[in-house]
């Protein structure tokens, strides 16, 4: 049944589930809360259990990677095996979601979306300080869990609301906040939706307590397996740029590339010869943050049916291969940009003509397994380059954009002023291809949803621009008020 919190305890990993709304508990072995978690260890083991529910498909082992591309312009679906076929067109109710997922193989499964991975995190604030253990490793947990929380807020709050300062017609409405476990009826509770204000607060927070907690890690290191200080000041910053927060999102975009070692030229990033390879390293050479998946992680088809390799590429025999470059994404590039070669050009078996298969998703680790970058370097050389210009500092903005240009195969640029903006986002269109950015980036700027071939663009004052909340969960909740236009 839906809208339920399971709480599970399987092996020596606790996972435990939240909803928004109402619950349900559904204990499967007999380990208890108070064995599995008597210490530090105890929630170290849940940590790890939030984690791995980042790597999902319904998230970012695909869904948060390859639908923004395809509901903007980045993405064209080649075959009509069905997936993405919605979204390519911006269909009605045909978005991102997140609120409650159901596995993409198996309509008939039940799974409380990201609620489930910030349940986790709560559980681990509310109980951690309670417990016996070592107060470094303690320290450690705690600031993962403010961060998986604020990462899960966050993009709650880019899919089902608008940024502050860009409601349309007023209308402010985020996403339910919960900041205290669930864990049975007695804690269950029905709760309206708070303003983008309020959760954009919330998550800031949490990114600042995670900073203060959090141990610090290096680039190209198995740091970036977890998260780090860097990669709390580095999604922090990114989250203050959504804000329009603009100096703060200068001044911690630069605590972050200190944090990593990356200096105001561009030292720290890949050069451009290594920069397609650096996408079949284990960690990517650039990651701030990364997913590491095992084979172990993966049931024997997954990485046939869903992974991004299958979706993206042919490297391996039966691949999906649904998935490829636009064609206004592939005529952007400029010459010399080595970002190009991110794209080869290949057959589709039993249709006529040239595809591209990327480069980026070739499951280096066999099988079609792979790591999941979710945050890079360059994003921080982007996000200051961004907030420098919105606070009318070109130089500063042209200094950043050529620190990154200069490790991707291109010269120095002398933009201003319009043309730098543009310059801006076109640059955070090709670094980021297939990586999940290019719908957040025009939505956040109130900009019109451009879109590639026959497809009409989206205006920003659309309806479809927000997700819609399931609709069983507005039934079940009368304090829930769903997006506008669809009721």
Not at 29 to 36: C, E, I, K, M, V
Not at 321 to 332: E, G, N, Q, Y
Request: charged share 20%; proline share 3%.
């Amino acid at each position: 049944m839906k809208n339920i919190i399971k709480i599970l305890f399987v092996g020596s990993a606790l996972a435990m589930g939240a909803c928004s709304d109402l619950l349900d508990t559904e204990p499967r072995q007999s380990l208890t809360p108070d064995t599995a978690l008597a210490d530090v260890e105890g929630y170290q083991s849940l940590a790890y259990s939030m984690y791995g529910r980042t790597r999902g498909f319904d998230y970012y082992g695909q869904v948060m990677l390859v639908a923004p591309d395809v509901l903007a312009d980045n993405l064209k679906v080649i075959a009509n095996t069905g997936r993405y076929i919605g979204e390519e067109a911006n269909a009605d109710r045909k978005h991102i979601n997140l609120w409650e997922f159901t596995e993409i193989d198996d309509a008939s499964d039940n799974n409380p979306g990201v609620y489930a991975s910030i349940n986790d995190a709560n559980i681990i604030i509310a109980g951690i300080d309670d417990v016996e253990g070592d107060d470094n490793l303690r320290n450690r947990v705690k600031g993962e869990a403010y961060f998986i929380r604020a990462l899960n807020y966050f993009d709650l709050a880019r899919v089902y609301g608008y940024e502050p300062g860009q409601e349309v017609n007023g209308f402010d409405l985020s996403v339910i906040l919960r900041t205290t476990p669930t864990l049975g009826l007695s804690s269950a509770d029905f709760r309206a939706r708070s303003t983008n204000d309020e959760v954009y607060a919330q998550i800031v927070s949490d990114l600042n307590d995670a900073i203060d907690l959090l141990p610090s890690a290096s680039l190209g290191t198995t740091g970036v397996y977890r998260a780090s200080k860097g990669a709390a000041q580095a999604l922090l910053a990114r989250v203050y740029l959504y804000m329009a927060n603009y100096s703060e999102a200068e001044t911690m975009a630069s605590n972050a590339m200190v944090s990593f070692g990356l200096t105001n030229n561009g030292s720290g990033l890949m050069e451009a010869e290594d920069y397609v390879a650096g996408f079949s390293t284990a960690p990517n050479p650039e990651s701030l943050f990364e997913v590491e998946i095992r084979s172990q992680d993966w049931l024997s088809t997954d990485g046939l049916n869903n992974s991004m390799c299958s979706l993206l590429s042919n490297v391996y025999t039966g691949a999906q291969f649904i998935l490829t470059v636009s064609d206004d994404l592939l005529a952007s590039y400029e010459a010399g940009d080595v970002r190009l070669d991110t794209w080869a050009a290949t057959v589709r078996e039993g249709t006529a003509g040239t595809f591209y298969r990327s480069n980026k998703w070739l499951g280096h680790k066999g099988d079609f397994l792979e790591n999941l970058p979710i945050m890079r370097a360059s994003e921080l050389y982007l996000i200051r380059a961004e907030a420098r210009y919105k606070t009318s500092n070109e130089v500063g903005a042209r200094a950043d954009l050529n620190a990154l240009r200069s490790k991707r195969g291109l010269g120095n640029t002398a933009a201003s002023g319009t043309a730098l903006m543009e310059l801006i986002m076109h640059e955070n269109r090709v670094e980021f291809a297939t990586e999940g950015h290019r719908w957040f980036d025009l939505k956040r700027n109130g900009m019109t949803i451009t879109k590639s071939g026959s497809f009409e663009p989206v205006p920003y004052t659309d309806y479809r621009i927000l997700s819609p909340i399931p609709q069983d969960e507005i039934i079940l909740n009368e304090l829930l008020e769903n997006n506008p236009q669809y009721n």
